[in-house]
């Protein structure tokens, strides 16, 4: 399911138990692009008949799809999300595959700043037996990540960036990836609506320059992964040097891999 824009708000008259035909036309009033998709994911999605209306009223008047029917494609998986909790973007795809190629023997993986979770279980899912470990600040992000990746054993924590994860982990991990907030603090306003007004500010606001989380992931990685072990995270063209030169200064090897056509970047760093 791609990451759909949101629609602008409207009322919509939806009636108590609505045909396809009626999901469609009130999705395509609400200027929903892609109305015939979202009405048959929301038609699959709707427990009961009489909770069709009500999601299409919530997708009308700007909710994203995704958090309307519960769930976000992401890698191939249905990724559970609930409201409150940052949507998987599928340009993160990238940075899932680039894990793989780099470390496609990893055996220890740590999600941080996971969200969700969908990086951490897109990992597992590819690696097959691993031990794997997910963190976030946010309660809201632990609980929906713990759904996601109680099928691969792994474990999720509460805190702030390292200090959520357990100490036997330093020197051990063969992935770290940080899908860390990377939009400046006064360009999240300028977000699509769906982003600004639905999201958590701290899974968005990178500070001043988009890159303070990014900095700290990087100053601290070093101690975390094992020998030849290697730290992802996502950026923007614009951050990208800026980003290089952190992990460059903490003393991993580090590359730049892009993806035009997701509008992809990944900053790609190894333990030596």
């Known amino acids: 399911m791609p990451h759909t824009p949101s629609p602008s708000p409207s009322p919509s008259a939806v009636p108590p138990s609505p045909s396809r035909d009626a999901v469609v036309a009130a999705l395509r009033a609400a200027g929903c692009v892609f109305a ?120 999720v924590h509460t805190g702030d960036l390292f200090a959520a994860l357990p100490g036997d982990l330093r020197g051990r991990v063969g992935i770290l990836a940080a899908n860390v907030p990377y939009v400046p603090s006064d360009e999240i306003g300028l977000l699509p609506p769906e982003a600004r007004d639905h999201e958590p500010p701290a899974a968005l606001d990178g500070g001043a320059d988009g890159l303070d989380v990014l900095r700290r992931v990087a100053a601290g990685a070093p101690e975390w992964l094992a020998p030849g072990g290697c730290l992802l995270v996502e950026t923007s063209s614009r951050q ?33």
């Open 36 to 155: 015939e998709d979202e009405a048959e994911l929301i038609l699959a999605a709707a427990p009961t008949p009489q909770d069709i209306a009500p999601m299409v009223e919530r997708r009308a008047t700007g909710t994203p799809l995704e958090l309307v029917v519960g769930w976000a494609e992401f890698h191939g998986r249905r990724i559970t999300v609930e409201p409150g909790v940052f949507v998987p973007r599928r340009r993160t795809e990238f940075l899932v595959e680039q894990a793989l190629a780099q470390a496609p023997d990893a055996s220890v993986v740590v999600d941080l700043c996971c969200g969700s979770g969908a990086v951490g279980a897109a990992l597992a899912a590819g690696l097959g037996a691993v031990e794997l470990h997910a963190a976030d600040i946010d309660p809201a992000a632990v609980r929906c990540a713990r759904r996601n990746v109680a099928g691969f054993g792994g474990q």
């Open 240 to 272: 990208a040097p800026a980003a290089v030169g952190a992990f460059t200064a903490a003393g991993l090897r580090t590359r730049l891999a892009a993806c035009d056509e997701r509008y992809a970047h990944v900053v790609i760093g190894v333990r030596p």
